[in-house]
Every structure is written in C-alpha cells, then in structure tokens.
C-alpha cells in the first residue's frame, strides 16, 4: 500500500512541478496559458513514465 501512495505522490508532484515550471515561463517571457498547458502536459506525460517504472519494479 505504501508503493501506492509514492507512485500517486511522485504523479502529482510532477504534474505539479510542469504546472509551476510552466507559470513561471509564461510570467518571465509574458505569454498567457501556453508554458502552462505545455507544462501540466509535458508533467503528464513524465508522471505516467514515473508511474509505470515505479508499477514495473513493484510487480518483479
């Protein structure tokens, strides 16, 4: 159970880190939702992987 809770927290923690990362870059370079959209897909996209290694490795 407690492999759960790290593959969830590792899958919000991305999506997280590309949302903030994406903001980030809309505020320096002055765009509105582009790095944003980029960045919560682009954090998708590594929290699945992140998720499917961590699901990989549990299952032997």
Same mark, same amino acid.
């Given at each position: 159970m407690g492999e #759960? @809770? =790290?593959a969830g &927290? #590792? @899958?919000?923690g991305a999506i997280m880190a590309g949302f *903030? *990362? %994406?903001l980030g870059g809309d505020y320096i370079f002055g765009t509105r939702p582009v790095f944003v959209? /980029? %960045? =919560?897909i682009a954090g998708s996209i590594t929290g699945f992987y992140v998720m499917f290694r961590h699901l990989k490795d549990? /299952? &032997?």
């Amino acid at each position: 159970m407690g492999e #759960d @809770f =790290i593959a969830g &927290g #590792d @899958f919000f923690g991305a999506i997280m880190a590309g949302f *903030l *990362l %994406g903001l980030g870059g809309d505020y320096i370079f002055g765009t509105r939702p582009v790095f944003v959209v /980029s %960045g =919560i897909i682009a954090g998708s996209i590594t929290g699945f992987y992140v998720m499917f290694r961590h699901l990989k490795d549990a /299952s &032997g």
